[in-house]
């Protein structure tokens, strides 16, 4: 039997998730409740509008999707992309590659925008594709983990608006630990997981969706035999999901409460719990505390001697990539450190397997002191593995970059 209960605690630095925080595990020990209980139908409630809150919205369509940061992703985009829809995607790293897997898989037809790992999408050249293409979404990832780079979307969301385009936002891996102005940046659908800066475990995607997104999801509406009503029906394509059916998630988590699974109460308390921590922080504070670890990271890094991947101006706050030295073991690396020192930190995919090694610091792990050991025992192990290291500046920097961040 794996011995999960004998495990020592381990602090998860790589790119999510990350530890939970105290009060959501103590929340998710709370006994389940029925499905329409009056005090669960308002605890949805609730939860819905903390979520308004997290996403900076006013949508009165948000709410949860049962399952990992991906459900919320493909029932977004099952729900969105019709057979033969054009839609832009914006490829910035591995998960812009997978909103082009779902995409296709739905019957969209992939009009792709592709910049080099590393780099973002420029929006003169968003601006000319939505010319040449003439889509009818246009769908990209807010921070890509596996480039550790952040796109910015706020002129993306204006060219959308203008051109009457739809837009979709997978804000995974930046929900609660950096900006997502939802109604300011006119973006249609974000969703987001609760195990990256929220501090959540996975499983429970919160999702915010307009009124326009939603005039288009409704309009494929097909309840299930079993629940149907009086209700008319959408004259669209059927959604290619009965699970990941947002029409129906939809009329769930509305004051009609039809019927279409059985809410994953234990997560419904995670989620409540992690959205309250965020707001009691403050999205301001907790944005700053996110910036503050990843320029202690980077700065720490520098400090040893190392060097930090992509360009600084593009990066995302929680994750930051190191270039693995000529000659480093990089497996090596982080299998000692999680051995001697119970840290996890991780490679990437594609393109940099193994070239880079990925440093998170996000939730309740953009911390000082939890960036400051990372980089300690980072360092140990490295001049154990006979790389040069300039041992004890990789600290300073740290703390003097923490410091100065405002």
Same mark, same amino acid.
């Given at each position: 039997?794996?011995?999960?209960? $004998?495990?020592?605690?381990?602090?998860?630095?790589?790119?999510?998730?990350?530890?939970?925080?105290?009060?959501?595990?103590?929340?998710?020990?709370?006994?389940?409740?029925?499905?329409?209980?009056? =005090? !669960?139908?308002?605890?949805?409630?609730?939860?819905?509008?903390?979520?308004?809150?997290?996403?900076?919205?006013?949508?009165?369509?948000?709410?949860?999707?049962?399952?990992?940061?991906?459900?919320?992703?493909?029932?977004?985009?099952?729900?969105?992309?019709?057979?033969?829809?054009?839609?832009?995607?914006?490829?910035?790293?591995?998960?812009?590659? *997978? *909103?082009?897997?779902?995409?296709?898989?739905?019957?969209?037809?992939?009009?792709?925008?592709?910049?080099?790992?590393?780099?973002?999408?420029?929006?003169? &050249?968003?601006?000319?594709?939505?010319?040449?293409?003439?889509?009818?979404?246009?769908?990209?990832?807010?921070?890509?983990?596996?480039?550790?780079?952040?796109?910015?979307?706020?002129?993306?969301?204006?060219?959308?608006?203008?051109?009457?385009?739809?837009?979709?936002?997978?804000?995974?891996?930046?929900?609660?630990? !950096?900006?997502?102005?939802?109604?300011?940046?006119? @973006? $249609?659908?974000?969703?987001?997981?609760?195990?990256?800066?929220?501090?959540?475990?996975?499983?429970?995607?919160?999702?915010?969706?307009?009124?326009?997104?939603?005039?288009?999801?409704?309009?494929?509406?097909?309840?299930? +035999?079993?629940?149907?009503?009086?209700?008319?029906?959408?004259?669209?394509?059927?959604?290619?999901?009965?699970?990941? $059916?947002?029409?129906?998630?939809? &009329?769930?988590?509305?004051?009609?409460?039809?019927?279409?699974?059985?809410?994953?109460?234990?997560?419904?308390?995670?989620?409540?719990?992690?959205?309250?921590? +965020?707001?009691?922080?403050?999205?301001?504070?907790?944005?700053?505390?996110?910036?503050?670890?990843?320029? +202690?990271?980077?700065?720490?890094?520098?400090?040893?001697?190392?060097?930090?991947?992509? $360009?600084?101006?593009?990066?995302?706050?929680?994750?930051?990539?190191?270039?693995?030295?000529?000659?480093?073991?990089? &497996?090596?690396?982080?299998?000692?450190?999680?051995?001697?020192? =119970?840290?996890? @930190?991780?490679?990437?995919?594609?393109?940099?397997?193994?070239?880079?090694?990925?440093?998170?610091?996000?939730?309740?792990?953009?911390?000082?002191?939890?960036?400051?050991?990372?980089?300690?025992?980072?360092?140990?192990? *490295?001049?154990?593995? &006979?790389?040069?290291?300039?041992?004890?500046?990789?600290?300073?920097?740290?703390?003097?970059?923490?410091? +100065?961040?405002?």
């Amino acid at each position: 039997m794996f011995p999960v209960l $004998d495990m020592p605690q381990r602090l998860l630095m790589g790119a999510g998730p990350c530890n939970v925080h105290p009060r959501v595990l103590r929340a998710m020990a709370c006994d389940v409740i029925g499905q329409m209980d009056p =005090e !669960m139908t308002a605890c949805m409630d609730e939860t819905a509008e903390l979520y308004r809150q997290v996403f900076c919205t006013k949508n009165r369509h948000t709410l949860l999707v049962d399952g990992t940061a991906r459900a919320a992703i493909e029932a977004a985009l099952v729900s969105l992309v019709t057979p033969g829809m054009k839609v832009l995607v914006l490829r910035i790293g591995r998960f812009g590659l *997978l *909103l082009t897997e779902i995409v296709e898989r739905a019957g969209g037809i992939v009009c792709p925008v592709d910049v080099p790992w590393g780099e973002v999408v420029q929006v003169e &050249n968003v601006k000319a594709a939505i010319e040449e293409h003439e889509p009818s979404l246009l769908v990209t990832v807010h921070g890509d983990t596996s480039t550790t780079t952040a796109q910015p979307l706020q002129a993306i969301g204006e060219l959308c608006k203008e051109h009457g385009i739809l837009f979709y936002v997978d804000a995974t891996a930046t929900l609660g630990g !950096m900006p997502l102005l939802v109604d300011a940046w006119n @973006i $249609d659908v974000a969703t987001g997981g609760l195990q990256k800066c929220l501090g959540g475990p996975p499983g429970s995607a919160p999702i915010t969706m307009s009124e326009r997104a939603v005039k288009a999801i409704m309009a494929r509406r097909h309840d299930e +035999a079993g629940i149907r009503g009086t209700a008319p029906q959408g004259d669209g394509p059927v959604i290619r999901s009965n699970y990941f $059916d947002l029409a129906m998630i939809i &009329n769930y988590w509305s004051a009609e409460r039809i019927n279409h699974h059985t809410e994953a109460t234990s997560m419904l308390y995670a989620a409540r719990e992690a959205a309250q921590i +965020a707001l009691e922080e403050g999205l301001d504070a907790r944005f700053l505390r996110h910036r503050k670890a990843g320029a +202690a990271v980077a700065a720490g890094i520098r400090a040893m001697g190392l060097e930090v991947y992509g $360009d600084d101006a593009l990066r995302m706050s929680n994750v930051t990539g190191v270039w693995v030295p000529e000659g480093c073991d990089a &497996n090596r690396v982080r299998t000692l450190l999680r051995t001697e020192f =119970e840290i996890e @930190i991780v490679s990437s995919f594609g393109p940099l397997t193994g070239k880079i090694w990925r440093i998170g610091a996000m939730g309740v792990n953009a911390a000082k002191h939890k960036i400051l050991l990372t980089l300690a025992a980072f360092e140990a192990v *490295l001049a154990g593995e &006979n790389v040069p290291v300039v041992r004890g500046a990789g600290i300073d920097a740290a703390r003097a970059a923490w410091e +100065a961040q405002q």
